[in-house]
C-alpha cells in the first residue's frame, strides 16, 4: 500500500531566508515559518499555540525566495515531509523533520525586492508568536 506526504502551511516567516549554494551549484534555502491555532478553553478564555516549521526550498524557487521573502512575510508552502538524521560532533545521532518544498505562493503585501518597508513586520504582530526557535544544526547539512 503506498501513502500520501502532503503538507500545506499558511504561516509568516519568523527570519529572512536564509540561502546556500551545495553540490553542483544548487540553491537551496531555510525557511522558518509560523501557524498559529487560536480557541477558547472551557472556561471561555482565548487560548493560541504557535508552531513552528522548518521548510526547505531548492534551485530557482530558492533564489526567489530569498531575493523576495523578508521576515514577517505570509506564505503559503506546499510539500512533503522529509526527516533526514546524522551525527553529530559528538557522535549522537540527531534527527530534523522538515517540509521539503515543491510550492512557495507569496501572500499579502510586498514589493518586488526585499524592503523593510515591504515585509510587513510592522503590522503582522509577529511578536505575538513568541521566539523563533534555536535549531542546532551540524555543518554536515545544508543548514
Known sequence: MSGVNKVIIVGRLGADPEIKSVGNSQSVARLSIATSEVWNDKNGQK???TEWHRVVVWGRQAENCAKHLAKGRQVYVEGRLQTRSWEDANGQKRYAT???ASTVQFLGAGGAERSPQANGTEETGLNDFGPEPQFDN????PF
Open 47 to 49: 487560548q493560541e499555540r
Open 98 to 100: 522538515e517540509v521539503v
Open 138 to 141: 551540524s555543518d554536515e547539512i
